[in-house]
């Protein structure tokens, strides 16, 4: 694997505190037209089973707009959750950032060209919208409980954006 691929622009990242937090007038201007959205601790916090009540409010306005996909390393059962609760397309055990769910996600995304990932990790969902030509939204994690080996890229993400202003604030 070259150096450029690992490359991301930081200055090409939209940040914003939470999901609920991204205005759907600022995915207009950008003319997003497809979302694929993490799961653990962007939509759901790493250690609790759903999903607080302003993001699935979020989500459900932004599925009027726009189309979504699910796309996550979590666990098939909370995927699951989301799905039922929700009703949008689920998967878990995606293994981002190798972009073994790019049919999935294509399936689920055909006619969009514009797509953007939402997530909070850049090592994972960063990388993923990098590989499959994606543009990237970052969020806060929503606990600070997290797996724990994202401790070293937790650490190093803390150092890369340091300083940098919610678009929300
Ligand atoms: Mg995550």
Redesign the pocket.
Known sequence: MGAKTLQIDLKEIAYFHRVSDISIDFLKEEGIDGLVV?????IMPYDVDAVPDDIASWLNTAKCILPIVII?NTKPYRAKIIRESLGIPAYGMCLKPVPFSLYVLRNHLKNAKNVAMV???LF??GLYAKWNHLKFIRVE?LSPKDAPHTKFTRWLEKIIFSGAEPLDK
């Open positions: 993490d799961v653990d601790n962007t996550s997530g909070d990790q994972t969902d994690p």
